[in-house]
Each structure stands twice: as C-alpha cells, then as structure tokens.
C-alpha cells in the first residue's frame, strides 16, 4: 500500500487531503503537526510528530513512506527551513508534492521559488502546485471584520483574484500524489474565476443573509490590524508584500489545471460561500 506523509497536516489543504487520501482506502497516510495528538488517528491515518524547527523529527516522519506532500511553515523566508527537509528527502528518494503559491516563480531569487528550484534539481520524482489566494481565508485569516463588522478590510484595491478553494488544492495533490502522469511539472492552481474583493464581498453576503462590504484599506492598516489579531509583524508585512503584486493583476489570471488534474471543475466562490454561510452569519 501506497504511503504518503502529509507536512501541513493539521492545516485546511493538509486535513482535506489527508480525507481525500484515506477515502480511496489503498493508500497509508501520515499527517505531519508539531502536536500530532490535535490529529485523529483511525485506521490508514497515522499521524505523526514533525517540526521544520527540529531536524531529529525528519527521520521518523519520513521512514518507510513512498512521497511527500509539502507546505512550507508561515514565514516570509520558508526556504530556510524547508531546504534542509528537502534535500533529507529527495536523498531518500522520495517523489514530493511540493505547495508553493501562485507567482512563486515570478523572482528566480524568492524564497519559496529557491525550494522550488532545488526539487527541479533533486534528481526526485516532484509535482509543483501553485495554488492563488485561498477563498478558505474569508473563514480564516479575515474572519473577524467580517463576524464584527460585516467588513474585508484588504489591500487589493480593485484587483481581482481568481480565488480557489483548498479542497482543490487537495484533490489535485491527491492526483498528483496517486499517479506519475503529472511528474516533472509544475501547475498554478486557480479558482474558475477572476473577482474583485467588492464582487466576492457581494457573494459571501447572499450566502449569509447580511451585509458584508469589501474596504479598500493601505498596507499600513492592513498590517495593523493584522498585528493588533496576533500575526507576527514580518508575516503581516509579507502579506502586504503579496497584495501589491495582486493589484498589479498578478492574482487575476485564471488556470485550467485543476480541471485538468482532478477531472473536475474548480468550485466557484458562490458554492464555497453557501457552504461556510454560518461562518459569517451576524
Ligand atoms: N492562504 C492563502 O491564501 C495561501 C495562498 C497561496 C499559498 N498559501 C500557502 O499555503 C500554506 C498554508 O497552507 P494551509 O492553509 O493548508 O495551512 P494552515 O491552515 O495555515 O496551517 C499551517 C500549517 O503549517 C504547519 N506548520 C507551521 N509551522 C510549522 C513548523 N515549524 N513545522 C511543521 N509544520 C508547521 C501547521 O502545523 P502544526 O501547527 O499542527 O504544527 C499547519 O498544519 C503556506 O505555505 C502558504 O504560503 C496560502
């Protein structure tokens, strides 16, 4: 039986793919947290312990397992330690799924374009998934304007993003992870359309049956109130960072891989919304 370690697997796309995978029933999977007792173990889902921050984690995570799905931990500077875990991988030959994010490929010298690189040339089987911004988002990271003031406070100006639903992501990595057909390449993951914060604030307040209204803020608020919710300072600056190549059209374009791995159309954000409508209900 086919076994695979998941890094990220407390996360929204690892949880997801760690369902998609166990589904199937002929594949062995392991979650990966740094406090895998927060994860339901159950028949073919072994989690275990794992820590970019403590390489003696590596060894145990990786034992007897045939690929790796990776997500690199919320840093601006991930390659640091991500790189490290890699290259014990790829020496191990394992064939790696590799998440990183849409447009990591625009600056040959980015951080996460340097963890890229380096599995290019690994001599592993890889898979790269570029996925854009998560539509999970409006139930995560920008969930509290929404529940106390009805309000997506970003600064995306009037861009648009072709948002996608991590249980894409999964589904994607999971074909990517079950087959070789995809080896050797590398796909930006897309939402099947391309909104503006203003449109998409519009689809979430049908789904919950109240206002909710996107606000175009600048980058010093942005990371204030960001801050204020406990996010550490280079994390919310980095986001910023991201939101200035989103108003320059870098989050617009849409993909047709998810369709083309997965066999099946990406989720727009209306049916996301109508699923996680009691997220924002008032
Ligand atoms: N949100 C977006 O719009 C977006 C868009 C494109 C790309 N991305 C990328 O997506 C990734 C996040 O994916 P997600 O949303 O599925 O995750 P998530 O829900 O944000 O959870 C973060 C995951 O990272 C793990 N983690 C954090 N620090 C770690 C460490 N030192 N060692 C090992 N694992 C660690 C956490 O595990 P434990 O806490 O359990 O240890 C958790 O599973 C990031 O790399 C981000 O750059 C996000």
Redesign the pocket.
Known sequence: MQQVLI????????RALTRELSWSGDVAVRP????PT?LVAKDGVDPVR????DPTTFGPALEGVDSVFM????SPE?HV?MLPFLEQAARENRKIVL????GADADEGGS?RRVETALEGSGSPYVILR????M??FH??WLSPIQQGGVIPLPAADSRTSLID?RDIAASAAAALRVDRFDGRSFNLTGPEALTYSEAAAVLSEAAGRPIRYESVDDESFVRSLSDAGVPADLSRYLAVLFGFARQGAAAPVSPSVEEITGRAATTLRAYAKEHASAWAA
């Open positions: 890094i990220g697997g407390s996360g929204n796309v690892g990966a947290s740094r406090n927060g794992f820590d970019y921050d997500i690199g931990p919320p991930p330690v998440m990183t994010a849409l996460l996925p854009n911004w998560f999970d988002n995560t990271m991590s």
